[in-house]
């Protein structure tokens, strides 16, 4: 018994980065959660003679699960109802990650803006574009994880980053500010007032909707503030008999819809030289399950 609790708590000790790795690759929580949870059957029942770092061992099971998922899950969201959204998660990195620019890093890592960005990455790419620019990962152990040489591990490297730099929103806004200015658009909607809303949009302003077809959501991108504006001036008085939390989702301040204590929506704000450049919208019930004030945070 006690190589079996030695055996669980060592893999315990490292949950928390192999949660992180595995959402930052599927983005949806639950399917990390499985991932994980696939990888400490793989560790409670292999042999585990040559493993000398269980850290990179167990990176590389879970990496390579992920991997594998993430090429089943693309076919289904070829059929997915309206765009494609990450499942929101509750982060917190406490006390942990004191440091003001690795806090910044970590929160971009998990941001939605990014994670739809590396949507558009092969499999392979976002393993190594995760691996080392969220968890710094040296080259070397990439290359073994993903079982290639380290000169093509480089190749996709500098591939990713590019492709991520070119798509990526580069706002530095400070959290405080975006809250204020998440606050303002809901009192805003809330009272239907088209012309405040105006005032808080960029004129390219878009409104990105993810419903799955199973709840009330554009099933296309809005663009523009004109149509965004009028769209949650429109629906925003409804939403203004349900109870909203703010909360920091993904990195950020995001509003949490509840409704009977049931989540209902969550909005997030990006915000660009003091303006809503996008609405992220989540309604898809499904991707709302781990999403609630009590739910446990991702943490790194």
Same mark, same amino acid.
């Given at each position: *018994? ?26 949806? %929580?639950?399917? @990390? ?11 409670? #029942? ?6 000398? /770092?269980?850290?990179? $061992? +167990?990176?590389? %099971? ?23 959204? =990450? ?18 890093? !970590? ?8 994670? #739809?960005?590396?949507? &558009? !990455? ?11 620019? @969220? ?6 152990? %990439?290359?073994? /994880?993903?079982?290639? &040489? ?20 580069? $706002?530095?806004?400070? =959290? ?24 808080? +949009? ?19 991108? *809005? ?20 109870? /909203?939390?703010? *909360? ?10 509840? &409704? ?19 609405? $992220? ?7 709302? !399950? ?11």
């Amino acid at each position: *018994m006690a190589t079996d609790s030695a055996r669980t708590d060592e893999f315990e000790e490292h949950r928390g980065v192999l949660t992180g790795v595995a959402y930052r690759m599927l983005g949806r %929580i639950s399917d @990390a959660e499985d991932v994980v949870q696939e990888a400490w059957l793989r560790w409670n #029942v292999e042999s585990r003679a040559d493993v000398r /770092v269980p850290r990179a $061992y +167990l990176v590389r %099971i879970t990496t390579r699960l992920a991997i594998d998922r993430l090429r089943q899950s693309r076919t289904r969201r070829e059929t997915y109802v309206g765009p494609w959204l =990450p499942e929101p998660v509750v982060t917190d990195f406490g006390p942990a990650v004191p440091d003001t620019a690795e806090r910044a890093e !970590l929160a971009d890592s998990v941001s939605l803006a990014v994670l #739809v960005v590396l949507e &558009s !990455l092969s499999p392979l790419e976002r393993a190594v574009f995760v691996l080392r620019e @969220a968890f710094g990962f040296p080259f070397g152990e %990439i290359a073994t /994880v993903l079982e290639r &040489s380290e000169a093509s591990v480089r190749q996709l490297a500098t591939r990713a980053r590019r492709h991520v730099e070119e798509r990526r929103p580069r $706002y530095d806004v400070d =959290p405080a500010e975006r809250r204020d200015l998440t606050e303002r658009f809901l009192a805003a909607a809330a009272g239907g007032d088209f012309d405040a809303l105006l005032a808080l +949009l960029a004129p390219d302003v878009r409104l990105v909707g993810d419903s799955g077809g199973k709840a009330k959501a554009p099933l296309r991108v *809005m663009v523009g503030a004109d149509k965004v504006g009028r769209f949650f001036a429109a629906v925003g008085t409804e939403a203004a008999a349900f109870e /909203v939390r703010l *909360m920091e989702l993904n990195g950020a301040p995001a509003a949490l819809v509840l &409704s009977d204590g049931r989540p209902e929506l969550v909005l997030q704000l990006e915000v660009r030289d003091g303006a809503v450049e996008t609405v $992220y919208v989540i309604r898809n019930p499904d991707k709302l !399950l781990g999403v609630s004030p009590m739910a446990p945070p991702l943490s790194d």
